[in-house]
């Protein structure tokens, strides 16, 4: 159990990184869209963690946008 926990974790830190490199290039969505979708899921062990990501992310945006 131990082992798999440590891999799911890995994975959800692999898909941050994955995103907001996605990100920078601007092939993603607003994170708005993100935040809204993983809101609702039932699994919260690893949604918690990418929604936590994406709030984040979403935050350093409006912090961009309003830079701008």
């Known amino acids: 159990m131990r082992g798999r ?5 890995e994975r959800i830190i692999i ?3 994955q995103t907001e ?3 920078r290039q601007k092939i993603l ?3 708005a869209y993100y935040i809204k979708k993983s809101e609702g899921r039932s699994n919260k062990s690893g949604a918690m ?3 936590a990501m994406m709030q984040a992310f979403k935050a350093r945006q409006d912090a961009a946008k309003k830079a701008d």
Do not use: E, S
Request: net charge positive; proline share 0%; no cysteine.
């Open 21 to 23: 490199a996605m990100a």
């Open 49 to 51: 963690g990418v929604l």
């Open 29 to 31: 969505r607003d994170a």
């Open 15 to 17: 898909l941050a990184h």
């Open 5 to 9: 926990a440590r891999g799911n974790k």
